[in-house]
């Protein structure tokens, strides 16, 4: 872990990270994001937020994102987020998010949001009919980030880009009201094997909660039978397994495979390679399956006692809100008193 950022601030060192609540979680989510955050919550005071707002970029059915973002509460706290000792909470539950978001809005440069490729994926052909939300989604991911102060940001490799505008967001805001240190620039996390996983369908492409295709990924809420059915039917190449990374070279799917087995299985792709390397992909995928089953089935199930009882859920939620607005108040009383609002 580098301390670029908590060096050169005077601000305590924070956590901050957020997932939507948009279709199921998935295994990318998971590895990417989630298993990353636990460990966490060891050495730092952490912030994990549901990011809803962030979902209303693209058209949702109100009732299906409620149920979502309880859905999405319920897998973190299954996953092992401890909502106790740190802040678990969904965004809408602390308008400072959407305030300072405003503020970024006058900060960050069209030019900025134009180079995003990930609306440009969003957006796709029909960018004239996008939401505006979706183009000047970074800015209020800036903003969740920032209105704590966060200095350490645990994401997938997809958010980078993300995250390197909302430090030019935190340097341009320090600059232009010469306020040194205002906001830290914070440091992104890009942690474990498998930072980038892929489609199970096609693997140069990232795996989606959003992908037509159910096919294409492992949601966190499918059971034993399903999971093993979509790595069955995952593509893969007439080749054995390679035995070394240099052999995945123009085989996407082989890479993606091995590297989920990696990291389910707590080792590296090299020495993954060692166990699996030189084998025919029928019986590593059964092995594949079975490491994910074992993975997955516990946290299936905790997430699901857990929805038994949305009302406490909800009582969570809140209680993060509660404790999330208690630390962003005075941060923001200052940007509004440093950009010149009265009050
Ligand atoms: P979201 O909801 O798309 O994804 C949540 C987290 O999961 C990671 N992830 C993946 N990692 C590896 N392989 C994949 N296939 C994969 N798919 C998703 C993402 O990188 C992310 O870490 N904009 C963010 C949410 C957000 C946020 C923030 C994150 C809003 N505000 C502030 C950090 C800080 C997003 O849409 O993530």
């Known amino acids: 872990m580098t301390d670029a950022a908590s060096s050169a601030t005077k601000h305590p060192q924070r956590v901050f990270s957020g997932i939507q609540p948009t279709g199921n979680l998935t295994l990318g989510n998971y590895l990417g994001a989630i298993r990353n ?42 996953c092992g987020i401890d909502a106790d000792k740190h802040i678990l909470f969904n965004q809408s539950q602390n308008p400072d998010h959407a305030e300072l978001a405003w503020y970024f809005n006058c900060v960050a440069r069209m030019g900025w949001l134009n180079r995003m490729t990930q609306f440009k994926e969003k957006a796709g052909k029909n960018k004239e009919n996008a939401s505006t939300g979706l183009f000047v989604y970074p800015n209020l991911m800036a903003a969740d980030i920032l209105a704590y102060r966060g200095t350490h940001v645990p994401v997938g490799e997809d958010q980078k880009q993300h995250l390197e505008l909302a ?7 320090n600059n232009d009201w010469g306020v040194e240190d205002f906001f830290p620039v914070l440091e992104p996390l890009i942690l474990g094997e498998a930072t980038r996983v892929m489609s199970l369908r096609d693997g140069t492409k990232k795996m989606s909660k959003s992908d037509p295709s159910d096919m294409a990924r492992i949601n966190l809420t499918d059971d034993a039978d399903t999971i093993a059915k979509k790595i069955r039917k995952a593509k893969t190449d007439p080749e054995n397994l390679p035995t070394d990374k240099d052999g995945f070279k123009d085989r996407p799917e082989a890479q993606n495979l091995v590297t989920i087995y990696a990291a389910l299985t707590n080792q590296t792709v090299e020495t993954a390679l060692r166990e699996v390397g030189g084998g025919q992909f029928g019986a590593f995928k059964q092995q594949l399956a079975d490491a994910a089953v074992a993975h997955l089935e516990p946290i299936t199930t905790e997430m699901n006692r857990l929805l038994e009882d949305v009302a406490e859920i909800d009582r969570i939620l809140a209680k993060g809100g509660e404790r999330a607005r208690a630390l962003s108040a005075p941060i923001l009383a200052e940007v509004r008193e440093t950009v010149g609002l009265v009050r």
């Open 37 to 78: 955050w636990v460990p966490l919550q060891e050495k730092f005071d952490c912030i994990y937020c549901v990011v809803d707002l962030h979902a209303l970029t693209v058209w949702q059915e109100p009732a299906t994102l409620r149920d979502a973002t309880r859905q999405v509460a319920a897998a973190l706290i299954a």
């Open 167 to 173: 430090r030019d967001i935190a340097i341009k805001f």
